[in-house]
Nanobody, 121 residues
Framework: QVQLVESGGGLVQAGGSLRLSCEVS????????MGWFRQAAGKEREFVAA???????SYIGSVKGRFTLSRDNANNLVYLQMNSLKPEDTAVYYC???????????????WGQGTQVTVSS
């Protein structure tokens, strides 16, 4: 069984930075694509970024140049560095693991419980 635990969320002013972490249990971590999704209040969950087993990344346009996704396969960790945060980045952020690099949440098999990110203006 694969379990994901996010951490690093919090309250930050616009223009600030946060780094989210996702710790993954399971010996096959290095083979998974790891994704981050977010869900703002009253909105659908949306894809933010993903990183494949080989380090290739994909981002939605609104976070390109501001967010950086990385992974540490030796320690089963994924990091989402978020810079120049905006109020519209406010959401619950979820880490997910799946077999393929896709933007659809249906492509991911395992999910964390989420961590709240709030950006004040």
């Amino acid at each position: 069984q694969v379990q994901l635990v996010e951490s690093g969320g919090g309250l930050v002013q616009a223009g600030g930075s946060l780094r989210l972490s996702c710790e993954v249990s399971g010996r096959t971590f290095s083979t998974y694509t790891m994704g981050w999704f977010r869900q703002a209040a009253g909105k659908e969950r949306e894809f933010v970024a993903a990183i494949g087993w080989n380090g290739g990344t994909s981002y939605i346009g609104s976070v390109k140049g501001r967010f950086t996704l990385s992974r540490d396969n030796a320690n089963n960790l994924v990091y989402l560095q978020m810079n120049s945060l905006k109020p519209e980045d406010t959401a619950v952020y979820y880490c997910a693991a799946g077999k393929y690099m896709r933007t659809s949440s249906y492509s991911y098999d395992y999910w964390g419980q989420g961590t709240q990110v709030t950006v004040s203006s």
